[in-house]
């Protein structure tokens, strides 16, 4: 029982991120999301739709975590830059214990801490989560898992270098009994 009691508190008042720590050249995954190291890119599919994000860099700030990505869709054999943009992540009031406890008993959706990233016809959670990292989520605009999105971690660095037809990607979706795995992205395919 004292063991509980002090797992909990030490839960709160440690922050739970804390444990979640990965090396800067891994990639996590979850069923819930995929933990994209910067500079790697990130395959996502929904329905025809196939497109790709890349995390170019992370920079951390007093304020939060910023990630400035790139976004490709795939047409006519061949991967087109959509657009560059920003997702962050804002620091909480870590400082405040009602907001750890709050956070510890009642886990946040995406939608509260995330910014949406907006595909060709639909929408997805993400934030930056590191400086080394960041995160895409299965849920949609309207937060609620998305059960037609797939995201496909990748090792490749340009977008020119993938290969829609390679055997190894490996299609993640939301499922909510996968265990977390924490995979070396120059390993993934192993």
């Known amino acids: 029982m004292k063991m509980t009691v002090c797992f909990i508190v030490a839960s709160i008042f440690l922050g739970q991120g804390e444990a979640m720590a990965i090396m800067p050249e891994e990639v996590s995954v979850d069923g819930q999301a995929v933990v994209m190291p910067v500079g790697r890119v990130l395959l996502v599919r ?4 196939v497109g790709a994000l890349k995390f170019l860099h992370n920079e951390e700030r007093k304020e939060g975590v910023y990630s400035k990505y790139e976004y490709f869709e795939y047409e006519n054999g061949a991967f087109r830059k959509i657009r560059e943009g920003v997702i962050s992540r804002k620091i909480p009031p870590s400082d405040k214990w009602w907001y750890k406890l709050r956070t510890f008993l009642f886990h946040d959706i995406p939608s509260s801490f ?3 990233l907006t595909f060709k016809s639909f929408e997805l959670f993400a934030h930056a989560t590191d400086g080394h990292h960041s ?7 309207a937060a609620n898992p998305d059960m037609k999105v797939r995201l496909a971690p990748t090792p490749w660095k340009e977008i020119e270098k993938v290969n829609l037809s390679d055997p190894r990607i490996i299609w993640f979706g939301h499922d909510d009994g996968r265990e977390r795995r924490v995979i070396p992205i120059d390993r993934i395919w192993d």
């Open 135 to 141: 995160t895409v989520y299965f849920w949609d605009g």
């Open 114 to 116: 995330a910014d949406k």
């Open 46 to 49: 929904r329905d025809n739709f």
